[in-house]
C-alpha cells in the first residue's frame, strides 16, 4: 500500500527565508507527483506536476524535484514571503487498473513571518 | 462555472441524521472524485467517477455512505444515519477528458453533533 509522508507536520521561518518541503513515499511505481497548496477554509490549488520521467519542475519561485528511485521529492520555496503561508501537500499518482489515484501526505503547515 | 463548485460550504448536522452533499464539476469534465479530510489526518480516496458510472468505489469507508453523478456532471454524496467520526472537510475534484490533472472544490465542512 502506498504511503506518502511528509515531515515536520508544520514550519515557521521568517520571511526572505529560502526553504525546502520534504515529501517521501513508499511505492515508486508512481505516474506522476503533485504539489498542492490549500489555505485555511479553502480547496485545493495545484502547484507543480511531476512525471515520472521528469526529475524537476519549476514555476516562479517554486520548484520541485523528483528522485523516483528512492521515493523522495522536494519543494523548495525562494525568497519566501508571507502570503506563501498556508499547508502544502504532497501526492502521488498511480494506476489502479480503473482508476488513477491520488495518495496524499497529511501536509506540512507553513507560517512566514513578516 | 469557473470552478470546481460544492454545496453547502458548511453543513452541521445531528448524529442519526442522513446529509447530502452536492458536487458541480467543471463544465466538460468527465472524471470526478470524492475526498475526505479529517482533523489531522491526509486526503482519503473515496469513489471516482467517470460519466455517471463509478468503477472505484474502494475508499467508501461503510454503507452509510453512497454516491451517483446524473447527467455527466453533478454529483451527490449521501452519507446516512451520520455519526461523529463522520465530522470532516469533504472534497470534490474534477479532471478533463484524457488529462490526469485535478481541479479541486473549496469542500463541504460537515460536523456531527
Known amino acids: 500500500k502506498q504511503e506518502v509522508t511528509q515531515i515536520p507536520a508544520a514550519l515557521s521561518v521568517p520571511e526572505g527565508e529560502n526553504l525546502v518541503l520534504n515529501c517521501s513515499f513508499t511505492?515508486?511505481?508512481?505516474?506522476?507527483l503533485q504539489w498542492f497548496r490549500q489555505d485555511p477554509g479553502k480547496g485545493l490549488t495545484s502547484l507543480l506536476l511531476i512525471q515520472s520521467s521528469q526529475r524537476e519542475q519549476t514555476s516562479g519561485r517554486l520548484n520541485a524535484s523528483l528522485d523516483k528511485s528512492s521515493g523522495r521529492s522536494t519543494l523548495y520555496i525562494a525568497a519566501s514571503q508571507p502570503g506563501d503561508s498556508a499547508t502544502y501537500l504532497c501526492?502521488?499518482?498511480?494506476?489502479?487498473?480503473?482508476?488513477?489515484?491520488?495518495?496524499f501526505g497529511k501536509g506540512i503547515t507553513l507560517s512566514v513571518r513578516p | 462555472g469557473a470552478g470546481v463548485s460544492q454545496s453547502p460550504s458548511n453543513k452541521v448536522t445531528e448524529k442519526g441524521k442522513d446529509v447530502e452533499l452536492r458536487c458541480d464539476p467543471i463544465?466538460?469534465?468527465?472524471?470526478l472524485y470524492w475526498y475526505r479530510q479529517s482533523l489531522g489526518q491526509g486526503l482519503e480516496f473515496l469513489i471516482y467517477?467517470?460519466?455517471?458510472?463509478?468503477?472505484?468505489k474502494s475508499g467508501l469507508p461503510s454503507d452509510r455512505f453512497s454516491a451517483e453523478r446524473t447527467g455527466g456532471s453533478v454529483s451527490t454524496l449521501t452519507i446516512q444515519r451520520t455519526q461523529q467520526e463522520d465530522s470532516a472537510v469533504y472534497l470534490c475534484?474534477?479532471?478533463?477528458?484524457?488529462?490526469?490533472?485535478?481541479?479541486f472544490g473549496a469542500g463541504t465542512r460537515l460536523s456531527v453533533l
Open positions: 467517477f467517470q460519466g455517471n458510472s463509478a468503477p472505484d
Open positions: 511505492d515508486s511505481a508512481i505516474y506522476n
Open positions: 463544465s466538460g469534465h468527465t472524471a
Open positions: 475534484a474534477s479532471s478533463p477528458p484524457g488529462k490526469n490533472i485535478q481541479y
Open positions: 501526492a502521488v499518482r498511480i494506476f489502479t487498473g480503473a482508476n488513477s489515484k491520488l495518495t
